[in-house]
């Protein structure tokens, strides 16, 4: 997929019954001119190198398994989609192990979603115009939380809905 070179626009989708976890080959990262990179599928490890790729400025993953820190490095991302994390998320507390945690244990008093997702980095994503996150209770952001981003990145329109 690197020899793509011209590259612009790439979707994935995988199906309902499809192979539960897509991943792309670790030369993904080498796509120089990739600007809007959909992923639809049951669970998708976004590439820890992901950094890599400065030309990116739409990335929705629905829903993603893992997100590295490093996202925040993408200077001209515009559009940022994290609807519908994988129940298989792993959370940043000690306490709580996955996604699941919260809807058994509910929100560990003092920690918001933030936190516990591991997103802190999303607060220094300055140029981002766009936040996309969709989730179910109890996995949707609270209003809460939806002001504490809002004051990180005020120039961003948070789009945090429930269904």
């Known amino acids: 997929i690197h020899e793509l070179q011209q590259l612009e626009y790439l979707s994935f ?12 080959p670790d030369t ?8 809007t ?4 599928a049951y669970s998708f490890d976004i590439p820890a190198d992901i950094d890599k790729m400065q030309s990116l400025e739409h990335l929705a993953i629905d829903p993603a398994l893992s997100i590295p820190a490093c996202i925040k490095n993408l200077k001209n991302l515009k559009v940022l989609d994290f609807s519908y994390l994988s129940s298989d998320y792993a959370l940043q507390h000690p306490d709580y192990d996955r996604l699941w945690d919260l809807y058994d244990k509910g929100v560990p008093e003092g920690w918001s ?7 802190e980095w999303l607060k220094e994503m300055t140029g981002l115009q766009e936040f996309i996150f969709r989730h179910i209770e109890p996995y949707a952001f609270t209003e809460k939380e939806r002001a504490e981003l809002a004051d990180a990145i005020p120039n961003c329109n948070l789009t945090l809905k429930t269904e």
């Open 13 to 24: 989708f995988s199906g309902f019954g499809s192979y539960p976890y897509l991943s792309v």
């Open 28 to 35: 993904f990262t080498q796509l120089p001119r990739l600007k």
């Open 37 to 40: 990179f959909q992923v639809n």
């Open 113 to 119: 979603r933030i936190q516990l997702y591991g997103w």
